[in-house]
């Protein structure tokens, strides 16, 4: 007989990213992100940006953001920057998968936003803390909605921009990543045991900087739906 299972509390609903032309919604698990993937962005951070390897944070599904929201400015912060990103969004998981069975895990490419706490994360890599207070808040994680890897093919070259009230901040080409796509899903599934539903931010190229409220961002890669939301107080 099948037993009845009784929670504490009712668990919270899946949080879910929608799927160009179908009515199907993708249920999000973890949200990694790859830092300083464009050697450009390294740059204008002050960092190196020669070809080590990669390293990873992560965002809770709660940062996702779907498009024409409202992206509440976080509180305990006066520096929250934007960081147009590709968005992958895997099907099947795995460990240890080699760079050319790589694709085969994923499902889908999206445009995603990392808003980050700038203040907050500079003063935790001041003192060797971890990220978290700085990247990780409710609507950190803005995504568009999906476009199948089939329908659209590998995204080995395509133009990304972020815009803010129509002016253009960030703008580059995501053939400029150091790390490509299946290294990157082949490296994290060494250190993690990757599952479906996972979404991996890819990293971003030059030009971040901040955003108040009232600012309209619009974020566009070629091929994908663009991702448009506006900050509001918090």
Same mark, same amino acid.
């Given at each position: 007989?099948?037993?009845t299972?009784s929670?504490?509390f009712?668990p ?10 179908s009515?199907?919604r993708f ?8 830092g ?7 740059i204008?951070m002050g %960092?190196?940006?020669d070809?080590e390897a990669? !390293?990873f !944070?992560?965002k ?8 024409d929201?409202?992206?509440?400015? =976080?509180a305990h912060s006066?520096d ?10 895997l099907?099947?998981?795995?460990t240890?998968i ?8 994923v499902y ?5 936003v990392?808003m980050?706490?700038?203040?907050l ?12 207070a ?11 909605a999906?476009?199948?890897l089939?329908?659209?093919? /590998? ?7 972020l ?6 901040? /960030?703008a580059?080409?995501?053939?400029q ?14 250190? %993690? ?5 996972d979404m991996?931010?890819t990293g971003?190229p030059?030009?971040?900087? =901040? ?10 890669i070629?091929?994908?739906s663009?991702?448009? %939301? ?5």
């Amino acid at each position: 007989m099948e037993k009845t299972v009784s929670y504490v509390f009712e668990p919270r609903d899946v949080i879910s990213v929608p799927v160009a032309g179908s009515t199907e919604r993708f249920p999000v698990n973890n949200i990694y992100c790859v830092g300083r993937n464009y050697a450009d962005h390294a740059i204008e951070m002050g %960092f190196d940006p020669d070809r080590e390897a990669p !390293f990873f !944070f992560m965002k809770p599904a709660y940062a996702v953001l779907s498009d024409d929201a409202e992206m509440k400015y =976080p509180a305990h912060s006066s520096d929250v920057h934007h960081e147009v990103e590709l968005v992958v969004a895997l099907h099947h998981g795995g460990t240890n998968i080699s760079v050319d069975e790589a694709m085969s895990l994923v499902y889908a490419y999206g445009v995603g936003v990392d808003m980050t706490r700038r203040d907050l994360q500079a003063e935790a890599k001041e003192k060797s803390r971890p990220w978290e207070a700085g990247k990780t808040f409710l609507h950190a994680a803005p995504c568009a909605a999906l476009h199948k890897l089939s329908e659209v093919g /590998q995204l080995n070259e395509a133009v990304i921009t972020l815009r803010i009230n129509g002016e253009t901040r /960030q703008a580059g080409d995501v053939n400029q990543m150091i790390w490509k796509v299946p290294e990157i899903i082949s490296r994290l599934s060494e250190l %993690f045991v990757l599952q479906p539903g996972d979404m991996i931010y890819t990293g971003t190229p030059a030009g971040v900087g =901040p955003v108040l409220p009232g600012d309209q961002i619009t974020a566009h890669i070629a091929r994908l739906s663009e991702l448009s %939301f506006k900050v509001s107080s918090s």
